[in-house]
Each structure stands twice: as structure tokens, then as C-alpha cells.
């Protein structure tokens, strides 16, 4: 079966920097877009970004932009978002999630899901 494992979450200092990893197994990895999505403590899961399955293409939200960079690295079947400049308004549990061939922002496109990984920026 389809599992995804998320690691890299933890308590940073606002303006420091995280690398998450999601690691995937029981797809063919290349042939699915990946997303990183985070939900706030109280608020809805949104969109932070997603990544074509070649790794040509990215898309970010707003709210990241020119802060988070998402990668992949399909030799290892693994998905990143490096997080810099983090702000509080950034903590929230991040899930990575795969949708079999194009990226979207839409939660509900999203086939598979990890268990998330919990993000603390303290001020």
C-alpha cells in the first residue's frame, strides 16, 4: 500500500530555517505530483506547495513564497520543502500528500496522505 512519512519538524526560532522530508513508498513516484500542505492549530489544512513529478514545475502559495522551496528527488522516492525566514504564523503539523499526475492546490485532489509533522516557530 501507498504510505508517506513525513520527518524534519521541530522548534525553531522565528527568522531560522527547517528542511522536511516525505518519504514515499508503494507508488510510482515519479509519476505523481507531490504537496506539502500544513494545518494551524484551529484553522483548516491549506496549501503551501506542490511539485510536478519530473520536478520541473513548483507552485507555491502566497504566503511562502520566496521563503519555502519544495524539491524531489525521484532516485530516493522523496519529497522536500526547505523553510526559511520562518515567522510564528508558520507553525502548524505539515503534510505532504501525492496526487497521481498533475499538481494542484486542491486538498481534495490529493490521493495519499502522511501523518504530518509538527512545526513550531516560537517569537
Known amino acids: 500500500q501507498v504510505q508517506l512519512v513525513e520527518s524534519g519538524g521541530g522548534l525553531v526560532q522565528a527568522g531560522g530555517s527547517l528542511r522536511l522530508s516525505c518519504a514515499a513508498s508503494?507508488?510510482?513516484?515519479?509519476?505523481?505530483?507531490m504537496g506539502w500542505f500544513r494545518q494551524a492549530p484551529g484553522k483548516e489544512r491549506e496549501f503551501v506547495a506542490a511539485?510536478?513529478?519530473?520536478?520541473?514545475?513548483?507552485y507555491y502559495a502566497d504566503s511562502v513564497k520566496g521563503r519555502f522551496t519544495i524539491s524531489r528527488d525521484n532516485a530516493k522516492n522523496s519529497v522536500y520543502l526547505r523553510m526559511n525566514s520562518l515567522k510564528s504564523e508558520d507553525t502548524a503539523v505539515y503534510y505532504c500528500?501525492?496526487?497521481?499526475?498533475?499538481?494542484?492546490?486542491?486538498?481534495?485532489?490529493?490521493?495519499?496522505w502522511g501523518q504530518g509533522t509538527q512545526v513550531t516557530v516560537s517569537s
Open positions: 511539485v510536478s513529478g519530473s520536478g520541473s514545475f513548483t
Open positions: 508503494g507508488l510510482t513516484f515519479s509519476t505523481y505530483a
Open positions: 500528500a501525492a496526487r497521481y499526475q498533475r499538481m494542484t492546490v486542491r486538498e481534495s485532489d490529493y490521493a495519499y
